[in-house]
């Protein structure tokens, strides 16, 4: 009997419970993320939250989960689709093994500004096709926000092609995003994120590629003589429903989650902005120098990575492709 108790006794912990004076209960339902709590990810969820809790008068609550505390990505997407989390604030990376079109995110050096990038996924055409895929997966996509680029940190300044040559990179572990760097002549190596700051340190690895948010957080420029503004990717932060949790809500509420969803999505781009302002200096400061590249580079870079985007094609619905190359 103890057991149950305890086992009922985490259960509300977990779905947030809240018994009000009044003898009624409202759920505050979880939203998990893996991401630490300062990052454009929480700042989004948290938003996100409060928004709906606003719209509702208070009727409806979110709990906000971060740092892996109900799961990773890996299973924040499987809780999700199940309903058991409800809400997923997450990069789409991850969700390229459950809903292979999602490696459309992962065409690298197509725009030259987060501007063009945020104009091509609010496109109500886009997102209407790329929502098909999230619903097949059993989600509905609310909406991206970003962290802007990923960009490459290093020892040795990039100026030309030859200079990517031979760098040994830390990738996340996808197909996609090796190819990338493999064209460029450098040394792809997948490696779990936590032992990146080590790895800098200890040569292990030579360079890394991330956005300015997780450049600072985690004090990688530290390891770092210079940034490399390579711009190779945007970093699209997804807010995702469980469709099977959306559909048992009524019209209303329904309507407050993607009204909030909308306002949280235009906070978390302006936060992204002014932050990554605000990490460039902090970087500046502290002697690491920023690098942008020049047109020529980019040119060449795009030139050279035409296999990636020929890849890509074959995995991605056609449509998709298309609309998200429309800028």
């Not at 770092?224 to 429903?241: A, F, G, K, M, R």
């Not at 035409?306 to 998200?324: E, K, S």
Request: proline share 5%.
């Amino acid at each position: 009997m103890k057991l149950r108790l305890l086992k009922y006794g985490l259960l509300l912990l977990v779905l947030g419970l809240v018994a009000c004076g009044d003898g009624s209960q409202r759920y505050a339902w979880p939203l998990g993320t893996s991401s630490p709590d300062d990052t454009v990810t929480q700042l989004y969820a948290e938003k996100f939250a409060e928004e709906v809790y606003r719209l509702s008068d208070g009727s409806m609550r979110i709990q906000v989960y971060p740092n892996s505390v109900v799961g990773g990505d890996r299973e924040l997407l499987e809780s999700c689709k199940d309903a058991d989390i409800p809400f997923v604030v997450q990069n789409t990376a991850p969700q390229v093994t459950f809903m292979p079109d999602i490696a459309v995110f992962d065409m690298p050096v197509l725009f030259d500004s987060i501007g063009d990038v945020r104009r091509v996924v609010d496109n109500p055409a886009f997102m209407q096709r790329i929502s098909e895929v999230y619903r097949k997966g059993g989600y509905e996509l609310l909406g991206y926000a970003d962290q802007g680029f990923r960009v490459m940190t290093t020892n040795k300044p990039v100026q030309t092609l030859n200079d990517f040559k031979g760098q040994k990179i830390r990738t996340m572990e996808n197909p996609y995003h090796l190819q990338f760097w493999k064209h460029l002549g450098a040394n792809p190596t997948p490696m779990t994120f936590s032992e990146v700051y080590i790895g800098l340190q200890q040569g292990t690895i030579d360079a890394q590629e991330n956005p300015y948010e997780v450049v600072v957080s985690n004090k990688l420029y530290e390891q770092q003589d210079y940034v490399v503004e390579t711009n190779h990717l945007p970093h699209l932060i997804s807010l995702i429903v469980s469709e099977k949790f959306m559909n048992e809500l009524s019209v209303s509420q329904q309507t407050i989650i993607r009204q909030a969803a909308e306002t949280a999505k235009v906070y978390a781009r302006q936060q992204s902005d002014e932050r990554i302002a605000s990490r460039i200096a902090t970087i500046k400061a502290s002697g690491t120098a920023v690098l942008p590249l020049s047109t020529q580079l980019k040119e060449e870079m795009h030139r050279l990575v035409q296999p990636v985007y020929q890849h890509i094609r074959q995995q991605v619905d056609t449509a998709l492709v298309r609309l998200y190359n429309e800028h």
